[in-house]
């Protein structure tokens, strides 16, 4: 069976907390509530999530739906961004099954970045790991003002904004990541074929504004 990875990179740093961690835990458990719904994804998503603040943590390994938990997550500490993703490089390299001339792999990875501010760490360093593996959709989310696009967008071209960093705006990201990974399953399920552009996902949702 050729899995769908997908990893939820979360900023947990103090900015976080309050609201907007109390709506992230929450929107992670209605994510998999929902997905546990769906045919096709039980069949082949499979759900990691890393955090980061002052360092960054693999809270859950690459776990099938039926078998997901999510952890505690608190926030505190600042945002080592690049540190996150230097670790997602590595759990790619580790744990997503690369297609050979004997086996096809996994399906290329979905990765989901969402942060309220400003990098502190050498983020530099992070984002030229990651993109070394070149084999992941990535989409990142600004939540708030204080968070920094022109970072995000030199993660990827796939960036989008909450004007809020509040419980319903976070909660609506979480509903369109949702049907995103809702629709790349079924496309790869029924279709053989991965995501490659924005185009492909659900439309987001009026709060979620493209960044450009």
């Given at each position: 069976?050729?899995?769908l990875p997908v990893y939820l990179l979360l900023d947990t740093s103090g900015s976080m907390s309050g609201e907007p961690i109390e709506?992230?835990?929450?929107?992670?458990?209605?994510?998999?509530?929902?997905?546990?719904?769906?045919?096709?994804?039980?069949?082949?998503?499979?759900?990691?999530?890393?955090?980061?603040?002052?360092?960054?943590?693999?809270?859950?390994?690459?776990?099938?739906?039926?078998?997901?938990?999510?952890?505690?997550?608190?926030?505190?500490?600042?945002t080592s961004l690049g540190e996150a993703l230097n670790l997602v490089s590595n759990c790619i390299l580790n744990e997503v099954k690369?297609?050979?001339?004997?086996?096809?792999?996994?399906?290329?990875?979905?990765?989901?970045?969402?942060?309220?501010?400003?990098?502190?760490?050498?983020?530099?360093?992070?984002?030229?790991?990651?993109?070394?593996?070149?084999?992941?959709?990535t989409v990142a989310c600004a939540a708030g003002s204080g968070a920094d696009t022109n970072a995000l967008k030199q993660i990827t071209?796939?960036?989008?904004?909450?004007?809020?960093?509040?419980?319903?705006?976070?909660?609506?990201?979480?509903?369109?990541?949702?049907?995103?990974?809702?629709?790349?399953?079924?496309?790869?399920?029924?279709?053989?074929?991965?995501?490659?552009?924005?185009?492909?996902?659900?439309?987001?949702?009026?709060?979620?504004?493209?960044?450009?």
């Amino acid at each position: 069976m050729r899995r769908l990875p997908v990893y939820l990179l979360l900023d947990t740093s103090g900015s976080m907390s309050g609201e907007p961690i109390e709506a992230v835990k929450n929107g992670v458990q209605v994510m998999i509530s929902s997905l546990r719904q769906n045919p096709q994804a039980i069949e082949t998503a499979f759900i990691s999530v890393i955090t980061f603040d002052s360092s960054a943590r693999q809270l859950i390994p690459l776990t099938d739906l039926a078998s997901f938990q999510m952890q505690e997550i608190k926030a505190n500490g600042t945002t080592s961004l690049g540190e996150a993703l230097n670790l997602v490089s590595n759990c790619i390299l580790n744990e997503v099954k690369q297609t050979t001339a004997e086996s096809k792999g996994d399906w290329k990875p979905l990765v989901f970045i969402m942060t309220d501010g400003v990098p502190t760490d050498n983020w530099q360093s992070g984002l030229a790991e990651f993109k070394k593996r070149k084999v992941a959709f990535t989409v990142a989310c600004a939540a708030g003002s204080g968070a920094d696009t022109n970072a995000l967008k030199q993660i990827t071209d796939n960036v989008v904004s909450l004007d809020t960093a509040d419980g319903a705006s976070i909660a609506k990201f979480f509903a369109w990541v949702t049907a995103s990974i809702g629709v790349t399953s079924t496309k790869v399920e029924d279709a053989g074929k991965e995501v490659t552009t924005m185009n492909e996902l659900p439309p987001p949702p009026s709060e979620l504004n493209i960044v450009v």
